[in-house]
């Protein structure tokens, strides 16, 4: 079974770039999760998707963070512009669902720099 | 505000050391208790635990969840190098899991 799949692996950029992240889920798994993990640090909840639709972004810098999850499948989280502080692995994550349900398989994640 | 605390931040210890990991926890709506052990790449998954299942055992690993004093230790017997990782606690409130800081363990040979 294929595991989530995230791309890409590793991005620099300069500051006020924009830059975007993709995922793909484990097949079968409705609710999808972005999280940013900064070094020494654990992993922040960033956004949660219940099939396409957003319900716990709180977390959620909206000024300069947006991501979708059109078909409620595979996801995009958007940074624009983007700041020094946004340099951290940014890590996808899914499970089955439903409100009690908490075992989630993370990807590899997306290591990004911003100089 | 939901807090995962997580205990030594770092230990080095030789192969074939016994170590213990500690996790305490304040959350609301507490469901469910995992481990993660993460290398240089995604954190995978070790246990859950819940209200139904305090003590898990997995080889060499082995967990427990202790509801009264809110929270769980993870043990590890006769450590290898290849145990050398960070090891996430994670608390499960609803479907949001908040992640502790980790506990960076360096095993030598």
């Known amino acids: 079974e294929a595991g989530v799949v995230q791309s890409p692996r590793y991005k620099i950029i300069e500051k006020k770039q924009p830059v975007a992240f993709w995922c793909n889920p484990i097949?079968?798994?409705?609710?999808l999760y972005w999280y940013r993990q900064n070094l020494g640090q654990g992993p922040e909840l960033l956004i949660r998707?219940?099939?396409?639709?957003?319900?716990?972004d709180s977390q959620l810098p909206k000024d300069r963070f947006s991501a979708e999850r059109l078909k409620g499948v595979d996801s995009t989280l958007k940074i624009q512009p983007a700041e020094l502080g946004d340099s951290a692995v940014y890590l996808c994550a899914s499970s089955l669902g439903g409100i009690d349900y908490n075992e989630q398989f993370f990807g590899p994640g997306t290591r990004l720099t911003v100089l | 505000e939901d807090k995962v605390v997580q205990s030594p931040l770092s230990l080095v210890v030789h192969e074939g050391d016994t170590v213990t990991l500690n996790c305490s926890y304040e959350?609301?709506?507490?469901?469910?208790l995992l481990w993660y052990k993460q290398e240089k790449k995604a954190p995978t998954f070790l246990f859950m635990l819940t209200s139904s299942g305090i003590e898990k055992k997995s080889g060499r690993l082995s967990s427990i969840l202790d509801k009264k004093e809110l929270s769980s230790i993870l043990n590890i017997t006769a450590t290898q190098t290849g145990d050398s990782a960070i090891y996430l606690c994670?608390?499960?409130?609803?479907?949001?899991?908040?992640f502790g800081e980790g506990t960076q363990l360096t095993v030598n040979p």
């Open positions: 994670a608390v499960g409130s609803g479907s949001r899991l908040t």
């Open positions: 998707y219940e099939n396409e639709e957003a319900v716990d």
């Open positions: 959350v609301t709506n507490f469901r469910s």
């Open positions: 097949s079968g798994h409705n609710t």
